[in-house]
């Protein structure tokens, strides 16, 4: 639809002209309104302050003429019922400490300690009035019904308190009969604004008239300018427009430029925004893969979700807040978290049979999973910042759930997860089931070579009685040591196996020789010097024992090179054949053999330290002494 510039002239002013008159009308409303309220409170602070002096008259007369106090009480609460009032709902309201109704125009010889405020049962308006005069005095609002009708308005008081007869003296009004003269001054803005609307109307038709007619001859001009000539033709004093009439006759030429330029200008700002974009995208994507595969070289589970989280916030910019939650056994752990209470979550002790795990990636708002689990456990909501979105990015494999990482952006913030944010969290979802299947791989193939050890280890204690329990007490104690000197999840759990098989090469000594009671041949000897030679050459066969292998080899090896199969130097063993040494020796002292009975720690310690350098490392030794004598304390 087009409308005549004479249209848009008279409409636009007629907009204005209206608001001016409201905007007007509503502010002197406002100022006498509040003016109006200001008044209202002095005069009620200065009715209480005269009550107050004719408290004090009243008190002295009693004191000084030793007449009754009750009827100096009286005497006050009629000369306060006598004071004429300026306002139609205004008088004076007397208590006592205890909320006791000592005076009021309708309510006689009650208690009102408990009244409340007629919109906000909380409030306590009585209490608060006796704290207030207490405390020197003041004003104090509630709402309150009106006398003569159900309504209900909002009611100013001021109170002091007289303490020598224990009454607090009010004087207390409605807002509304102070505003009564406002509401006189907006009627007559009504009535003028009405009889100044009515004569602006016919002012600004007359104004519009003026201003349009000549602009439309100009425009009709101008339409047969364009129509009879083929010349182009551009003239200054001639740019004022009549809507699509003077565009299309005189700029015509000009706004065909004009847009092109425009078009051209646009896709220009187009392609360099969308360029800015690609780039940054790219960047995100190179950091994306450094980051992945520095991740995926974690190879503890717990390990990897923290990095996994710590970054996730670098790529998903909108979250404000952040949790891991994890199970284990039949309750959920929080790992980490950014905003929320860490260390209150896990107080919380939720069952997992309450907890919400996520199949995909979603987006909920407000999320329902907290609400639901709220039900059981109150205390949640308080350990959490306000949430106003969540990110679900689920940790799993196709046969088990892990848990969730879940980002959340804050009510403050009021963000939404963008589309290239959601497909950034499928990303790490993919990634994170990626490696939690590995993980789940590796575990199957730890247990079957645990399985196919222990079943070797028991065809050892077949043949050697003295084998019992020796391999898993060795593999114990190798295992602590690991786990003291800090090694990787990875390595410590190889140290461990190799413990179990370090002695499982005697399956081919002759029975003879390995369960002979008396003492050796020297061909008996060389003979079971080969045990670790032989365990080396059946575990090398299999590709995952390949680097146990080599450690069960050295196990019997000294640092002064008269060990076997191979007489290594120290600095030649592996580490890890060094630990296996030192406990392997360790047992072999502290439990009882049938030639002689086992050390006490104290003595075995002392046998270790006398080999350091020759048979052992030194250092090996002292981090072993220290963890043996922290066990002892």
């Given amino acids: ?246 565009t299309y006759s005189y700029n015509k030429m000009i706004k065909q430029i004009k847009d092109s330029f425009d078009e ?51 790529f998903i910019p909108e979250a404000d807040y952040g949790i891991i939650s994890t199970v284990e056994q039949d309750r959920i752990i929080f790992l980490k978290s950014k905003g929320h209470d860490l260390k209150g979550l896990n107080s919380l002790k939720i069952s997992i049979n309450d907890y919400d795990f996520k199949k995909n990636v979603e987006i909920i708002k407000n999320t329902k999973t907290i609400n639901k689990i709220s039900t059981k456990y109150p205390q949640l909501p308080n350990h959490l910042k306000n949430i106003y979105k969540t990110l679900f990015i689920p940790i799993r494999t196709e046969n088990k759930f892990y848990g969730n990482i879940t980002l959340h952006t804050s009510y403050e913030s009021k963000s939404n997860f963008t589309s290239e944010s959601f497909r950034f969290a499928e990303f790490f979802y993919s990634f994170i089931k990626m490696f939690m299947t590995l993980k789940e791989f590796d575990e199957i193939e730890t247990k079957t070579q645990t399985d196919i050890i222990i079943s070797l280890i028991k065809m050892i204690e077949y043949k050697d009685k003295y084998t019992k329990g020796h391999s898993e007490n060795v593999a114990k104690l190798a295992k602590k040591m690991a786990i003291e000197m800090n090694l990787p999840e990875k390595e410590i759990q190889k140290i461990y196996l190799a413990g179990l098989v370090h002695d499982i090469g005697k399956v081919l000594i002759k029975d003879e020789i390995l369960n002979k009671p008396g003492k050796l041949t020297p061909e008996e000897f060389d003979e079971i010097k080969k045990h670790p030679l032989y365990a080396y050459e059946v575990l090398n066969k299999m590709t995952s024992m390949k680097e146990i292998a080599k450690i069960v080899k050295h196990h019997h090896e000294r640092c002064d090179g008269k060990g076997y199969p191979d007489g290594l130097k120290c600095d030649q063993i592996p580490i890890y054949s060094k630990i296996l040494s030192i406990v392997d020796t360790w047992d072999a002292m502290t439990s009882n053999r049938i030639y002689r009975n086992k050390l006490t720690k104290e003595q075995a310690l002392e046998e270790l330290y006398k080999c350091k350098k020759t048979q052992f490392d030194e250092n090996i030794v002292e981090i072993f002494s220290s963890m043996i004598k922290k066990e002892e304390s």
Wanted: charged share 25%.
């Fill in 1 to 246: 639809m087009k409308y005549r510039l004479k249209t848009v002239l008279f409409i636009l002013i007629m907009i204005i002209f209206l608001i001016s008159i409201l905007l007007t009308g509503f502010y002197s409303y406002k100022i006498s309104k509040n003016a109006l309220n200001e008044k209202g409170k002095i005069l009620l602070k200065n009715s209480v302050k005269s009550a107050m002096v004719l408290a004090k008259e009243k008190y002295n007369d009693h004191i000084k003429k030793y007449g009754n106090e009750e009827n100096s009480k009286i005497s006050l609460e009629n000369a306060l019922s006598s004071i004429p009032s300026d306002q139609e709902n205004d008088y004076y309201i007397i208590y006592d400490s205890k909320g006791n109704i000592i005076m009021h125009p309708e309510i006689k010889n009650q208690n009102a300690y408990n009244y409340s405020d007629a919109k906000n049962p909380e409030f306590k308006m009585v209490q608060k009035t006796i704290e207030i005069a207490k405390n020197g005095g003041g004003y104090i609002e509630y709402n309150w019904k009106y006398p003569k009708n159900t309504s209900i308005g909002l009611k100013i008081s001021y109170a002091e308190y007289f303490e020598p007869w224990d009454l607090i003296i009010t004087s207390t009004a409605y807002y509304s009969d102070f505003n009564k003269e406002a509401e006189k001054i907006k009627n007559y803005m009504i009535i003028f604004s009405i009889i100044f609307i009515s004569l602006g109307i016919i002012y600004i038709n007359n104004f519009s008239k003026k201003i349009s007619k000549p602009i439309e001859k100009i425009s009709k001009e101008m339409k047969n300018f364009d129509i009879n000539l083929t010349k182009s033709y551009n003239s200054e004093k001639n740019k004022i427009k009549e809507i699509e009439e003077i």
């Fill in 264 to 314: 051209i200008e646009s896709m220009n700002e187009e392609i360099e925004d969308s360029y800015k974009e690609n780039q940054k995208l790219m960047n995100k994507m190179e950091n994306l893969i450094s980051i992945s595969t520095k991740i995926f070289q974690q190879t503890d589970k717990k390990n990897f979700l923290v990095e996994v989280f710590d970054n996730l916030f670098e």
